[in-house]
T-cell receptor
């Protein structure tokens, strides 16, 4: 099992550009989530999904879109990148909404 | 709604000393509580979890935590710190029901000196 994989590992964007952060899991978990980690702020929930076709907003959803067409994949889209979206992004999956299994993260720098 | 407060953004201890990392939670329903650890440039991994069974929970690497409903606390302890325990620690709470994702605290950085 590869577990939770995230691509890319590092990305630099210019303000206004769009991009998609990829997340995939091979554990057949129903639950998947996206968090962002910023210094002194901990992890903040962006969006989450309880199964294919079902998504919901977390604490900080503005500027991000998600969709869940398959159990395995949960991409996060930045529609128009802003410097405030500079962060480390973690994807996580869970079989039941309890224990989260985290990916290695994507570091995003928006100039 | 759920929330978590971690008291102390930075805790420093000597090797061999007691480790105590504090976490208080707020939840409108019986909570599930978690402690995760993050080593530099890595993702988070689960240390231990409370899901309404025994109130004293033992985790990996000698850590344990006690759920105290009256104090709404879930503090993390380890009797004797090791240099390898230096990391960032996160407390998290979920509603323990389908359809929710955990909410995390702001984290506590643990430093261990020799």
């Amino acid at each position: 099992n590869a577990g939770v994989t995230q691509t890319p590992k590092f990305q630099v964007l210019k303000t206004g550009q769009s991009m998609t952060l990829q997340c995939a899991q091979d554990m057949n978990h129903e639950y998947m989530s996206w968090y962002r980690q910023d210094p002194g702020m901990g992890l903040r929930l962006i969006h989450y999904s309880v199964g294919a076709g079902i998504t919901d907003q977390g604490e900080v959803p503005n500027g991000y879109n998600v969709s869940r067409s398959t159990t395995e994949d949960f991409p996060l889209r930045l529609l128009s990148a802003a410097p405030s979206q500079t962060s480390v992004y973690f994807c996580a999956s869970s079989p039941s909404g309890e224990t989260q299994y985290f990916g290695p993260g994507t570091r995003l720098l928006v100039l | 709604a759920q929330s978590v407060t971690q008291l102390g953004s930075h805790v420093s201890v000597s090797e061999g000393a007691l480790v105590l990392l504090r976490c208080n939670y707020s939840s409108s329903v019986p909570p599930y509580l978690f402690w995760y650890v993050q080593y530099p440039n890595q993702g988070l991994q689960l240390l231990l979890k409370y899901t309404s069974a025994a109130t004293l929970v033992k985790g990996i690497n000698g850590f344990e935590a006690e759920f105290k409903k009256s104090e709404t606390s879930f503090h993390l302890t380890k009797p004797s710190a090791h240099m390898s325990d230096a990391a960032e620690y996160f407390c998290a709470v979920s509603a323990g029901q389908a359809g929710t994702a955990p909410i995390f605290g702001k984290g506590t950085t643990l430093s261990v000196s020799s």
